[in-house]
């Protein structure tokens, strides 16, 4: 059986278990909100059962939620969520599984310097990059890289608004404007990079050993130039050179993944020049769009 580790508004989980049930594949779903409505047990054996399942074959990791508790006092809302987190954490390292992928290497995988570190080892070319909150290292980085630089948050680009409604965090250039003004605001640590000019922009999707290659066009509107987010650009599948491929398997394989989406350059000089891996990223709108057979490779993984 596999056990798939999510909560309710995971549609990219929804979008594979349809898939599963059409081929009558047994599965589990947590929906982590809803962890104190499972019945949970972890006896003697230290092998967790959940709603009398258990010995789970392959588990896709997917998103955790905390339940919703805003019916509880401040100080026993922090006391339980704690509490729920750690149940979480204790669940995932007593599973002993195929993982897709475990927990803990996700997590270190989403830092993005580790990323860069890592992809400059293996052979990438990366931007030139410094984080930092000092005026004069961002003014003397901006200056050295031609005036021509980006800024982008370290860790989540998703944030939620006053409304409660997601807002994207996009990366933006940064111009003279920003630096001549600089000295007046207190910064927080971010991302400085070289802006490289774009060809086409690519997400390269790892599952195992099978890589799927999406293109997108991101020049051809000036809204998307910098960041094809900001606009509704559809993506196609394409091609990149062996020796990117080999080096985008060995990235997810020395992240201990399993799943990696990897987002990359294409200059205008033809050169590939990676810029991040996302360990759990989102594919379902590429599989949608270029038909490249996503879905099919990650039940492979699984089964």
């Not at 006092?73 to 195929?98: C, G, P, Q, V, W």
């Not at 000019?197 to 599952?207: F, G, N, S």
């Not at 993506?235 to 080999?246: R, S």
Request: proline share 3%.
């Amino acid at each position: 059986m596999i056990l798939i580790i999510t909560h309710k508004e995971d549609y990219t989980v929804d979008y594979v278990v349809n898939e599963l049930n059409e081929r009558k594949i047994d599965y589990y779903r947590l929906n982590c909100e809803d962890i104190f409505k499972n019945d949970l047990v972890i006896g003697n054996d230290l092998y967790p059962k959940i709603n009398n399942k258990a010995h789970f074959k392959s588990v896709w990791f997917r998103r955790t939620r905390l339940p919703d508790l805003s019916g509880v006092s401040f100080h026993e809302r922090n006391y339980l969520l704690n509490e729920f987190d750690s149940l979480l954490k204790n669940l995932f390292t007593l599973i002993d599984a195929k993982w897709i992928s475990e927990p803990y290497h996700i997590y270190k995988a989403e830092n993005k310097l580790y990323q860069l570190k890592l992809a400059k080892k293996i052979g990438f070319n990366v931007p030139n990059t410094i984080l930092s909150n000092s005026h004069t290292e961002i003014n003397d980085f901006y200056n050295k890289n031609s005036s021509q630089i980006i800024v982008k948050p370290l860790s989540q680009s998703i944030i939620y608004n006053d409304n409660n409604f997601l807002e994207h965090i996009f990366t933006n250039l940064v111009d003279k404007t920003h630096i001549d003004n600089l000295i007046n605001f207190d910064l927080t640590p971010c991302i400085f990079q070289q802006h490289i000019e774009k060809d086409i922009e690519l997400r390269i999707t790892v599952i195992g050993e099978k890589i799927f290659i999406a293109g997108v066009n991101s020049q051809i509107d000036e809204v998307t130039q910098i960041d094809w987010r900001k606009g509704e650009l559809k993506f196609y599948e394409t091609e990149i050179p062996k020796h990117i491929k080999t080096m985008c398997i060995e990235l997810v394989k020395k992240l201990n993944l399993k799943f990696g989406a990897i987002d990359m350059i294409k200059d205008k000089n033809g050169n590939f020049i990676f810029l991040e891996i996302n360990p759990n990223g989102q594919w379902v709108w590429i599989e949608n769009e270029t038909g490249l057979k996503i879905s099919e490779a990650l039940i492979a993984e699984l089964l």
